[in-house]
C-alpha cells in the first residue's frame, strides 16, 4: 500500500454548456454521413428518404427474421389463443397461474386454472389509453394507418388509443 493516496482516475472537467444543449462539432463527427449534414438534398427529398427507409415496405432480413412488415399484418389476435391446462395460458392475456404440483418444474403438468379471471371489458386500470386487453391484430392495424410523419398524434400512438374518441 502507499504512503499517500493516490488520484486513479483524473475525471474530465465537467462543461460549461447547460442540459440538453447539442454540439454540432460533435455530432458531425459522430455521425459524418447523416443526410441531415448534407447540404445537397432538400428538406422534401429528406421526408421522401425517411419515408421509403423507415415507414414504407417490408424489411428483408430484419430483426432475426426472414422478413419484418412495418405494418404489422400478420399481428396475432389474442382472441384465437387456446388457452387451458398443460402449459397454456389461462386467458389469451394472463398466463396459467396455477403450480404444477409437488416437485414438479414441468409446464406440462399445470391443470387447468379455475380461479377467478378478471372481465375482458374491466378497463379501470392505472394510466390512460385501451389497457392492456387490446388484441395486437386490432392495435397494428391502427397505428399502420399511420404512413407519414405528419399523420403522427402528438401524446397519442393513433387517434382513440388514448380510450376516447
Given amino acids: 500500500m502507499p504512503d499517500q493516496r493516490q488520484i486513479i482516475v483524473i475525471p474530465n472537467p465537467a462543461t460549461p454548456r447547460s442540459k440538453g444543449s447539442r454540439s454540432d462539432v460533435n455530432l458531425r463527427a459522430s ?8 447540404q445537397e438534398i432538400s ?7 425517411h419515408q421509403s ?13 426472414s422478413s419484418f412488415d412495418r405494418d ?20 389469451p392475456y394472463t398466463p396459467n397461474l396455477t403450480s404444477p404440483g409437488p416437485g414438479s418444474f414441468n409446464a406440462a403438468d399445470q391443470p387447468e ?6 372481465d375482458k371489458e374491466f378497463k379501470n386500470q392505472w394510466g390512460t389509453g385501451l389497457g392492456g386487453l387490446v388484441s395486437p391484430s386490432e392495435t ?18 393513433f387517434q382513440g388509443s388514448d380510450g376516447k374518441s
Fill in 31 to 38: 455521425f459524418p454521413d447523416s443526410p441531415i449534414f448534407k
Fill in 113 to 118: 386454472y379455475s380461479g377467478e379471471i378478471p
Fill in 72 to 91: 404489422y399484418v400478420d399481428a396475432p389476435n389474442l382472441e384465437e389463443v387456446e388457452t387451458g391446462g398443460g402449459g397454456l395460458p389461462s386467458t
Fill in 140 to 157: 397494428s392495424q391502427r397505428l399502420s394507418e399511420q404512413n407519414t410523419l405528419s399523420s403522427y398524434i402528438s401524446g397519442r400512438s
Fill in 53 to 65: 427507409l423507415c415507414r414504407d415496405g417490408v424489411v428483408l432480413n430484419g430483426n432475426g427474421l
Fill in 43 to 49: 428538406d422534401v427529398e429528406r421526408k421522401k428518404a
